[in-house]
């Protein structure tokens, strides 16, 4: 039962341009929505992170934004470069629960 | 500082045999948990545990078991490997209860079941 849907499965991007990647959850008792970065031979690691009480959270080049009504989130990477190449998970977490459920994972390839 | 470490970084072994993984968090942080992460599937939730002595089954327990009797480590064991056990883990750890559940993970183990 997938909790957490991901979408594109991979996606390819030209330098400077805006990734765009999907998330859509149905619990709606969820209440914490991290992204998760992930380079090749290395573990996931926290990139962004937002609660449903605000709609959009921005760190640098990297924007969530939120539909609670909609129960979608999703991560803009702006100015997208090379070094943006991962792999980037989805996540959502219930307040006083300590797990998270993760989507199925979006592989981006940034090319000059 | 370390912070987390698994070892084996890579392992390959027979169906049926026995296999352990080891985790080792320099935090002191409560909570450890075991994800494996398979093509189209992202990261599943083994097994994960609140603080020494307790652990609970997450999604995909089945073929997995777990112990914690230090804080700092968090092994799991694949009692008798299957082909379908061939995946890689990796181990994450988060502090205490606090605003945001952060997990910080290790560089994972790859595990190869013949």
């Known amino acids: 039962q997938q909790q957490v849907k991901q979408s594109p499965q991979s996606l390819i991007v030209q330098k400077g341009g805006i990734s765009i990647i999907n998330c859509a959850y149905e619990?709606?008792?969820?209440?914490?929505f991290p992204w998760y970065q992930q380079f090749p031979g290395k573990g996931p690691a926290l990139l962004i992170a937002i609660r449903p009480d605000v709609s959009e959270k921005k760190e640098g080049r990297f924007t969530i934004s939120f539909n609670k009504s909609a129960k979608q989130f999703s991560l803009h990477i702006m100015d997208s470069q090379p070094g943006d190449s991962a792999t980037y998970f989805c996540?959502?977490?219930?307040?006083?629960?300590?797990?998270?459920?993760f989507g199925t994972g979006t592989r981006l390839t940034i090319i000059p | 500082d370390a912070g987390i470490t698994q070892s084996p970084r890579y392992k390959i072994t027979e169906t049926g045999r026995q296999v352990t993984l080891m985790c080792h968090q320099t935090w002191s942080h409560s909570y450890m948990f075991w994800y494996r992460q398979d093509l189209g599937h992202g990261l599943r939730l083994i097994y994960y545990?609140?603080?020494?002595?307790?652990?609970d089954k997450g999604e995909v327990p089945d073929g997995y078991v777990v112990s914690r009797s230090k804080t700092e480590n968090f092994p799991l064991t694949l009692e008798s490997a299957t082909r379908s056990q061939t995946s890689v883990y990796f181990c994450?750890?988060?502090?205490?209860?606090?605003?945001?559940?952060?997990?910080?993970f290790g560089p994972g183990t790859r595990l190869t079941v013949l």
């Open positions: 619990n709606t008792a969820f209440d914490y």
């Open positions: 545990s609140a603080a020494a002595d307790i652990t």
């Open positions: 996540a959502a977490s219930i307040r006083g629960n300590e797990k998270l459920t």
């Open positions: 994450a750890s988060r502090a205490d209860r606090g605003a945001y559940n952060e997990q910080f």
